[in-house]
């Protein structure tokens, strides 16, 4: 709630008044007079607070606006209008979610696989060429940033190369037309994402799993007499997996309200390009909108995680 | 019973015994020496009977246990010498032979039950896991013979606490369901590495009742491991004395506790508590501490804390002594010879032990 009260904010601080505001509807060259009566239409002259609840009954019962010449009904859930495309701001997100949950999700699964079991593996052979080779590469991972890795991935995975992987731009396929074009669009920057991701997910299951192999109870597998197997996977890593999924939660939340980064350097139409667009237009209603939407994943992925705690750990359940 | 034990037969030979270790040596190398954690342990022990192994800390006795399991930290371990278990060789055995045995033939019961417990998984499903590894049974079958294991050890309501996880166990609870967990394929040996230490003494009390009642139940070898003699007196037949990573006394309990030879046994006796004498005179603790197993005092390794180190001429820093007498039920690692020890111990250490 804070956040939407400090958006309101915002724009008066960044020097936009109700008639600038205005004039993004009616355009540049009209008067004066105009300006004012579309300000006050629009409800810019009202005190803040009461903006901020119109704002905030539109998103659950809808809003009529009233332009001069008809009224429009938006229904609920209603972000209002884009000032430049005078388009509704929800089907908007809608469209641009699919996206974004498309390469979020597909890279979670590609940084999960990799950056557990390198992990594992690295914690089990500490010491080994390919321990360090993995850790190498792993702090390279984290260190290089996403609009480096993906150029540098399109530069010898896609342009002018026989082997397009992806062909930047707008060519994204929803999953349900094509699933074969979805999947072979989005793969590099699934990777590019993974990378960054997986190198961080490596060194932490590869800390967390040197912490528990030398745990009691890792020995009281083994003295048990249970294959080397079930106890690296089914007491070590279970054990070890517990911080993991907290931070995975948290990272999906994240990168489900819009991957700014990959979605910008490979021309992805998601939410976050979503939001740098719209920031750049200074396109308020859009800015509100996506800004709500990726509020509402990070609510939603810390209170997962605080419900999986408890199935992860039978330590936390109350009672 | 003195002698009752059998002597290590020669090296190589299959011995007549359940278990045998023969010149058993337990090494880590590491940047700062060699850790001789273990060093020439012999030792025999027949089904039905106890032994207790006895040391302070770091005297090697729990690296002993871990060994004969084949869980000692096997990348950097260099383990030579013989583990005999019924008429099967272990050291020179594979991994996967050692782990077949593992929790069937031979189990653990871990010092401190709540950190040995996974904290994830239920109580039952850690016992039925246990009982599936080594028997082809469905988890119905696996979970009413966990239950059957919980009851004999003396947890009341079995049925209902087999879904409960081990944080909702009581210290002593817990211990038994680790105890329920070695006992589930009913090993022929069990190894106790301190099973009472982490408990009240309330409740150590009824561990080792239970734990002498299901030996005579399921007739299996023990082994355990403590640093506290009463443990011992009140279980074992025989006794090892570990100093130093070595066998110092070996012994049946009766003598051990009776006709004690060496000088750090008798440190040991002199260090438990004894409320019939005046405050001053209840304890009589060792000099010193617990030697460094890298760089351990040269000649016997008990020398630098021993009263009686100067009688022997000079060898005792010099010469590392033997471990003498198994052969004829009572072996001991010092340079007196029997005659100055058991003097020594009719004139001046009987009196402080023996309770008036």
């Known amino acids: 709630m804070i956040t939407f009260g400090i958006f309101f904010v915002v724009p008066r601080l960044a020097g936009e008044t109700p008639e600038i505001m205005a004039s993004r509807y009616v355009g540049s060259r009209a008067s004066s007079?105009?300006?004012?009566?579309?300000?006050?239409?629009l409800g810019f002259y009202d005190p803040l607070w009461l903006q901020y609840w119109h704002w905030l009954k539109a998103i659950f019962v809808g809003m009529d606006f009233d332009y001069g010449n008809g009224v429009e009904h938006c229904a609920a859930p209603c972000f209002g209008y884009s000032y430049l495309k005078s388009t509704p701001v929800w089907p908007d997100l809608i469209d641009r979610a699919g996206v974004t949950m498309s390469l979020a999700i597909g890279a979670a699964v590609i940084w999960v696989l990799f950056g557990v079991s390198t992990g594992v593996v690295s914690a089990l052979r500490r010491g080994s060429v390919f321990d360090r080779a993995a850790m190498s590469v792993a702090l390279a991972g984290v260190s290089l940033p996403i609009?480096?890795?993906?150029?540098?991935?399109?530069?010898?995975?896609?342009?002018?190369?026989?082997f397009r992987f992806t062909a930047p731009g707008s060519s994204y396929v929803s999953f349900a037309k094509n699933p074969a074009e979805w999947a072979y669009d989005l793969i590099l920057p699934w990777v590019t994402l993974a990378f960054l991701f997986a190198a961080s997910y490596a060194r932490l299951t590869r800390a967390g799993m040197l912490e528990t192999m030398h745990e009691d109870y890792v020995r009281t597998a083994r003295a048990k007499g249970l294959p080397e197997r079930t106890v690296v996977v089914k007491h070590g890593l279970r054990a070890a997996l517990t911080p993991i999924v907290t931070i995975f939660g948290l990272d999906l939340g994240l990168l489900l309200g819009g991957a700014v980064l990959t979605e910008s350097t490979f021309s992805l139409p998601g939410l976050g390009k979503y939001a740098v667009d719209a920031v750049m237009r200074?396109?308020?209603?859009?800015?509100?909108?996506?800004?709500?939407?990726?509020?509402f994943f990070i609510v939603v992925a810390n209170i997962v995680v605080d419900v999986l705690y408890g199935v992860v750990d039978p330590r936390v359940r109350v009672g | 019973m003195p002698g009752a034990r059998a002597i290590p037969t020669q090296a190589g030979a299959k011995p007549s015994s359940f278990l045998e270790l023969r010149d058993l040596r337990i090494h880590f190398p590491t940047d700062d020496g060699v850790v001789k954690a273990v060093d020439?342990?012999?030792f025999t022990l027949e089904r039905g009977r106890t032994l207790g192994v006895v040391g302070e800390s770091g005297s090697g006795k729990s690296v002993t246990s871990l060994g004969i399991l084949g869980l000692h930290n096997r990348r950097n371990a260099q383990v030579s010498g013989?583990?005999?278990?019924?008429?099967?060789?272990?050291?020179?055995?594979?991994?996967?032979?050692v782990r077949r045995l593992r929790g069937k033939k031979m189990a653990m019961i871990f010092q401190d039950p709540l950190s040995a417990m996974h904290p994830f998984y239920t109580v039952g499903a850690q016992i039925i896991e246990a009982y599936r590894v080594h028997n082809p049974v469905s988890k119905a079958v696996a979970r009413k013979h966990a239950i059957d294991m919980l009851g004999r050890v003396g947890i009341p309501q079995p049925d209902r606490r087999v879904d409960?996880?081990?944080?909702?166990?009581?210290?002593?609870?817990?211990?038994?369901?680790?105890?329920?967990m070695a006992l589930s394929c009913d090993p022929e040996l069990l190894i106790a590495d301190e099973p009472t230490t982490a408990l009240d003494v309330t409740v150590q009390a009824q561990i080792l009742d239970l734990m002498r009642d299901l030996q005579q139940e399921f007739g299996s070898a023990l082994i355990i491991i403590t640093h506290d003699l009463g443990v011992v007196a009140e279980l074992a037949d025989?006794?090892?004395?570990?100093?130093?990573?070595?066998?110092?006394?070996?012994?049946?309990?009766?003598?051990?506790?009776?006709?004690?030879?060496?000088?750090?046994?008798?440190?040991?006796?002199?260090?438990m508590p004894r409320l019939d004498r005046t405050r001053t005179d209840r304890l009589i603790p060792i000099p010193g501490t617990p030697p460094s197993l890298i760089t351990l005092p040269p000649g016997c390794a008990f020398h630098p804390r021993c009263a009686y180190a100067d009688r022997t001429g000079g060898r005792s820093q010099t010469e590392v002594p033997e471990l003498v007498g198994a052969?004829?039920?009572?072996?001991?690692?010092?340079?007196?010879?029997?005659?100055?020890?058991?003097?020594?111990?009719?004139?001046?250490?009987?009196s402080k032990l023996e309770s008036a």
């Open chain 2, 164 to 180: 409960d996880y081990p944080h909702q166990f009581s210290g002593g609870m817990r211990q038994r369901a680790m105890i329920a």
């Open chain 2, 238 to 271: 025989d006794i090892v004395v570990m100093y130093g990573g070595k066998a110092v006394e070996y012994s049946s309990a009766k003598d051990i506790f009776e006709r004690p030879q060496h000088p750090y046994t008798w440190g040991l006796l002199g260090s």
């Open chain 2, 327 to 350: 052969a004829a039920g009572h072996g001991v690692r010092c340079h007196l010879s029997e005659q100055e020890r058991r003097e020594i111990f009719e004139t001046e250490i009987r």
């Open chain 1, 147 to 162: 609009f480096f890795t993906g150029l540098v991935s399109l530069v010898v995975f896609s342009y002018g190369r026989p």
């Open chain 2, 82 to 97: 013989e583990i005999w278990l019924d008429g099967m060789e272990i050291v020179g055995a594979s991994p996967e032979e």
């Open chain 1, 33 to 41: 007079d105009q300006y004012h009566l579309v300000a006050e239409r």
């Open chain 2, 40 to 42: 020439q342990l012999s």
């Open chain 1, 282 to 295: 200074q396109d308020f209603p859009q800015v509100m909108g996506v800004t709500m939407f990726a509020t």
